[in-house]
């Protein structure tokens, strides 16, 4: 069975500061797929990433980076220099490969900045 | 381009009474999903469905019915609704091939209470 923890409830920074919100999956399967979404205080639902199981080469873009580790089952997103505007929901998702059908959210984290 | 539409975006209801939340999507996707969210708890899968006239259980199921007579639209009923189906329901699509296969497309949410 896919499982998704994502134990920090809530996180507070001041602007500027950089934070890592930690993501730990749990799958039988040798194929699956790694996501991070994001949900402003408006409501939607952003895609940020997408990693698959045979890819654990990191990832930066602009402020965001991820750092997959298979050995740890751990799929971790770090923001650098945190923004206001960086202020949202932050959910881990996984898609096994066999079939691959359902996706699996985290329960999320909850981020605020500071200014 | 509309992308995942969903009606009606909000929605007050009676114990007992029944209704119908709409998913439309224009992007020729095989996959679709309705989740539900609640604070704490992220999002969780009650339905999917990967293509016209097929439908699965997710991890939710329980006083939920869907139908997925066309393939652009998804339908969640409530036959008899409960005060724990307060919640903000999201459709979602996904592609089966090609670029960021995997990304889930999200509605806008759908906001039901149950009183």
């Known amino acids: 069975a896919q499982k998704v923890t994502q134990a920090q409830t809530e996180i507070s920074v001041v602007e500027k500061e950089d934070v890592t919100l930690d993501c730990v999956y749990e799958t039988r399967d040798t194929t699956y797929y790694l996501f991070w979404y994001k949900q402003p205080p408006s409501g939607e639902l952003v895609f940020l990433i997408r990693?698959?199981?045979?890819?654990?080469q990191n990832e930066i873009s602009g402020r965001y980076s991820w750092n997959f580790q298979k050995s740890t089952s751990s799929f971790n997103f770090t923001i650098t220099a945190s923004q206001v505007v960086d202020s949202a929901v932050y959910f881990c998702?996984?898609?096994?490969?066999?079939?691959?059908?359902?996706?699996?959210f985290g329960a999320g984290t909850r981020l605020f900045v500071k200014a | 381009n509309a992308g995942v539409t969903q009606t009606p975006k909000f929605r007050v209801l009676k114990t007992g009474q029944s209704m119908t939340l709409l998913c439309a999507q224009d992007?020729?996707?095989?996959?679709m999903y309705w989740y539900r969210q609640d604070p704490g708890m992220g999002l969780r899968l009650i339905h999917y469905?990967?293509?016209?006239?097929?439908?699965a259980k997710g991890e939710v199921p329980d006083g939920y019915n869907v139908s997925r007579l066309k393939k652009q639209n998804f339908l969640l009923g409530l036959e008899s609704a409960a005060p724990s189906q307060t919640s903000v329901y999201f459709c979602a699509s996904r592609r089966i091939r090609g670029p960021n296969t995997g990304e889930l497309f999200f509605g806008e949410g759908s906001r039901l209470t149950v009183l």
């Open positions: 992007m020729n996707h095989e996959y």
């Open positions: 998702a996984l898609s096994e490969g066999t079939g691959g059908f359902k996706t699996i």
């Open positions: 990693r698959n199981s045979f890819d654990e």
């Open positions: 469905s990967v293509g016209e006239g097929t439908t």
